[in-house]
């Protein structure tokens, strides 16, 4: 079997997958990059989830890359527009020759005498599986499960005369119009489905066990337009992301010092987008503090509205039974559905379910501490991008490919082979990968590396930390250990 050679692979060609090989082509283009793409189109989740009114919950002036304006009309964009600015960028900077599309990796083998990673691959067009060797392995493959997400065994499920469906894959033969929709769940998608399908179906519930903390912002930013309409398209953008990103840090910061002053400030824009007497509790008021989890955005207050027009209503209870006609909830309140959608979350996976071993060691996961929120203890040339769960997936991104580009350039310039990171202070005790309540965090912290309790191996979830961290720090930091090949 032929191994074919490649200095560095990217998995996955989605925000993360694009934005790095772009830092990587700038900054050592005379190193050879490689993407392999499971499914058989760019753009991960913005080309996978086509559910109504699919949107960001970011702006996309963090959202967006650094080295690419966003210049669409609105900040917070929907999904084809963020699909079509993904595929631009990997058109505009040569990407898209890189990429491999219906190739999934299924094993990683790391062999320290030859200093490179030994890649199985499935080609899903025939299930051939070919061997690609690289030097550098760059996991930008996201953190959930493609195939499909998370639903809970609700009781009477089958009896159901209607159609259910997961938002993750949604039947584009589905016409609701007219119909009785129950919508169940309490998180991001739920908040962007509801006030979608109430424009065409006769009513939508959002049915939800436990409410979650709601904010309405403007789709459009005044001050981006402002700026752009008197600075260059660089300038504009980037004091645009840097207003975004100082403003999403100081009210993060102020939840977390004073929850109660946050929590009273969210209820309290909540209520005046809602009818006058609108029961806030138990409907918008969570049992847990502000950014405990991710605080929902909605678009031009888009739910309240469909709320106050009578188009969308809202349930606070669990069910006890699915029945044919509908929902049998705990308190006897019976929903009527023709169409039920499980909003329900995702079924997390790190690195697309990847079998990694080191030395012909297998690698445990969950035993491994996390470097700099990118690299893990003990492994070799190995770095993966999860974005931040405060703020925008590509700031961390960014910040992660371009610093996988100094080590890169590091190694270059002394003749190295090898780079990790090595847990060598007996005082840093591993913590829960993330400290996040979402039940679809807690559902997977065993397959994912622990924090430490103190840097690098602790995740701040500030961006501007790890812009100093990353972007500024010094590579020897008495952590990272070189290393050359010990060949023959």
């Known amino acids: ?18 934005g790095s090989a772009v830092h990587l082509l700038q900054g050592l283009p005379q190193q050879s990059v490689l993407i392999l793409e499971a499914r058989e189109r760019l753009g991960g989740t913005w080309d996978l989830f086509r559910y109504p009114g699919i949107r960001s919950d970011s702006d996309m002036h963090t959202l967006g890359y650094s080295f690419k304006p966003w210049t669409g009309a609105k900040a917070i964009a929907d999904g084809p527009s963020i699909l079509q600015y993904v595929q631009e960028t990997a058109q505009e900077f040569g990407v898209l020759p890189l990429i491999r599309f219906g190739h999934k990796v299924v094993t990683a083998q790391w062999d320290s005498a030859q200093a490179r990673w030994h890649v199985a691959v499935k080609r899903l067009a025939d299930d051939a599986v070919i061997q690609v060797q690289c030097r550098f392995l760059l996991m930008c493959s996201g953190y959930y499960n493609y195939a499909h997400g998370y639903t809970p065994a609700f009781p009477g499920m089958d009896s159901f005369k209607g159609r259910v469906v997961h938002p993750q894959h949604w039947p584009q033969d589905l016409d609701y119009r007219g119909q009785q929709v129950v919508v169940i769940g309490s998180g991001a998608t739920a908040m962007t489905l509801v006030p979608e399908m109430a424009k065409l179906a006769a009513q939508v519930t959002l049915l939800q066990r436990s409410p979650t903390y709601v904010v309405a912002r403007p789709s459009r930013d005044a001050i981006a337009d402002g700026l752009r309409r008197v600075l260059p398209p660089t300038w504009a953008y980037a004091l645009t992301r840097w207003k975004n990103v100082l403003t999403g840090l100081f009210f993060f910061t102020l939840a977390r010092r004073k929850p109660e002053l946050a929590k009273a ?6 209520a005046q987008a809602l009818p006058a007497g609108y029961p806030m509790d138990p409907h918008f008021t969570p049992t847990y503090q502000p950014w405990d989890q991710r605080i929902c955005l909605v678009p031009d207050a888009d ?27 705990k308190s006897g309140e019976f929903l009527r559905a023709d169409v039920i959608v499980t909003a329900t979350g995702l ?3 790190g690195f697309g379910g990847m079998e990694i071993s080191v030395d012909g060691v297998p690698l445990k996961v969950a035993q491994c501490l996390s470097y700099k929120g990118m690299m893990l203890n003990g492994v070799p040339n190995f770095a993966y991008v999860f974005g931040y769960t405060n703020a ?7 910040l992660t490919g371009q610093y996988v580009l100094r080590l890169l350039r590091h190694m270059r310039r002394k003749g190295l082979d090898s780079v990790w990171p090595q847990l060598n202070d007996a005082t840093v005790q591993p913590e829960p990968w993330v400290d996040f309540s979402s039940g679809y965090f807690q559902r997977a912290m065993d397959r994912f590396p622990k924090q430490g309790s103190k840097k690098p191996w602790r995740l701040y979830q500030n961006y501007v930390r790890d812009l100093l961290a990353l972007r500024w720090s010094a590579l020897a930091d008495g952590v990272l250990q070189f290393g050359k090949a010990r060949l023959p």
Request: proline share 3%; net charge negative.
């Open 1 to 18: 079997m032929s191994i074919e050679p490649v200095d560095t692979l990217i998995v996955g060609a989605g925000l993360s997958g694009i």
């Open 265 to 270: 400030r969210i209820l309290q824009g909540a």
């Open 303 to 329: 739910l309240f509205d469909a709320i106050s027009r009578g188009r969308a209503h809202m349930v606070t209870d669990t069910i006890e039974m699915i029945e044919p006609q509908g929902i049998r909830l």
């Open 347 to 349: 079924d997390l996976l």
């Open 392 to 398: 925008s997936w590509t700031l961390k991104s960014d």
